[in-house]
């Protein structure tokens, strides 16, 4: 079992920037991805980008340039920058086992005009 906890989610101005973790505790061994998805009201859950155990990483085209996933020990990061209104959601934190994968519990981001 693995568990995540997210933070840093919050409302900022549109241009501003966040920085959101995801702690990661239990059987952190199993790990080979880390992820970070986003849900807007009545739109589908989106992967906005992705750290493999090996540190390659992967960006959605949308975030590509604003958006810098990293990771530390058993912490991910998104650092979020040039932050627009249509950023705004709530942001999960996933890891992806080679036998189960675990969601967070999400974390709202809002981002004002």
């Known amino acids: 079992q693995v568990q995540l906890v997210e933070s840093g989610g919050g409302l900022v101005q549109a241009g501003g920037s966040l920085r959101l973790s995801c702690a990661a505790s239990?059987?952190?061994?199993?790990?080979?991805?880390m992820e970070w998805y986003r849900q807007a009201p009545g739109k589908q859950r989106e992967l906005v980008a992705a750290?493999?155990?090996?540190?390659s990483t992967n960006y959605a085209a949308s975030v590509k340039g604003r958006f810098t996933i990293s990771r530390a020990k058993n912490t991910v990061y998104l650092q979020m920058s040039s932050l627009k209104p249509e950023d705004t959601a709530v942001y999960y934190c996933?890891?992806?086992?080679?036998?189960?994968?675990?969601w967070g519990q999400g974390t709202q981001v809002t981002v004002s005009s």
């Open positions: 996933h890891a992806g086992g080679w036998v189960s994968d675990y």
């Open positions: 239990g059987s952190i061994f199993s790990i080979r991805v």
């Open positions: 750290i493999t155990s090996g540190g």
